[in-house]
């Protein structure tokens, strides 16, 4: 069965300091892979998008890819209190995607 | 761009009820579509894929009888919940990907659903 494990924290990190926030993957023909941040009561919105092995760095947010060790992972940098959410991560091809249960990420002022 | 409304925000209503909600992709082609629902704390559950055109695809355990899905156009899916029930309660929340975007998921606002 395909699947996506995430932590689910949740994970608790001081203000100004680095998140880090990790994702494994079953499925090996996975193509593509999402990070989401979900805020309590409202639906998922897109942080980055990652699709070859590497890192891809967007502002604060670097998302990492190793398709060798199934791994995915979002960093985030100086990170603020408006960063506190629920991460999913979310892997997949052919238009369908696998999506972690989510971590929730705590950032204390 | 990549625009997915959802209406209602949220809807009451009373059990036995049925109870209509759409989701439309306002500024692309949505070929596919994905609804959701989502219970307080607990993770996204995908409930079925729909093609514009075709008849949905359920997860299992999802009764197709009692959530109808209809994607009848290329901007445009609806989920209805028949005799809606108390256990029925939760965010209903609907999901679009075009030819272009590679596997990348628009979603909606999102549909609080609460069945009295």
């Known amino acids: 069965q395909k699947e996506v494990e995430q932590n689910s924290g949740p994970l608790s990190v001081p203000e100004g300091a680095i998140a880090s926030l990790n994702c494994t993957y079953s499925?090996?023909?996975?193509?593509?892979f999402f990070w989401y941040r979900q805020y309590s009561g409202k639906s998922p919105e897109l942080i980055m998008s990652?699709?070859s092995n590497g890192d891809k760095e967007d502002g604060r947010f670097t998302a990492q890819l190793n398709k060798a060790s199934q791994y995915v992972s979002l960093l985030i940098r100086d990170s603020q209190p408006s960063d506190s959410a629920t991460y999913l991560c979310?892997?997949?091809?052919?238009?369908?995607?696998?999506w972690g249960a989510g971590t929730k990420l705590i950032i204390k002022p | 761009g990549a625009v997915v409304s959802q209406h209602p925000s949220r809807v009451i209503c009373k059990s036995g009820t049925s109870v209509k909600i759409e989701c439309r992709s306002l500024d692309f082609q949505a070929t596919t579509m994905f609804w959701y629902r989502q219970f307080p704390k607990q993770s996204l559950m995908l409930m079925a894929t729909?093609?514009?055109?075709?008849?949905?695809?359920?997860e299992q355990g999802v009764e197709k009888d009692k959530f109808l899905i209809n994607h009848a156009s290329l901007t445009l899916s609806t989920l209805t919940v028949t005799s809606a029930h108390p256990e029925d309660s939760s965010f209903y929340i609907c999901?679009?990907?075009?030819?272009?975007?590679?596997?990348?998921?628009?979603f909606g606002p999102g549909t609080r659903l609460t069945v009295l």
């Open positions: 979310a892997g997949g091809s052919n238009y369908q995607l696998i």
């Open positions: 499925d090996r023909g996975s193509q593509s």
């Open positions: 990652i699709y």
């Open positions: 999901s679009a990907s075009d030819r272009v975007s590679y596997n990348e998921q628009f």
């Open positions: 729909s093609n514009e055109g075709s008849k949905a695809t359920y």
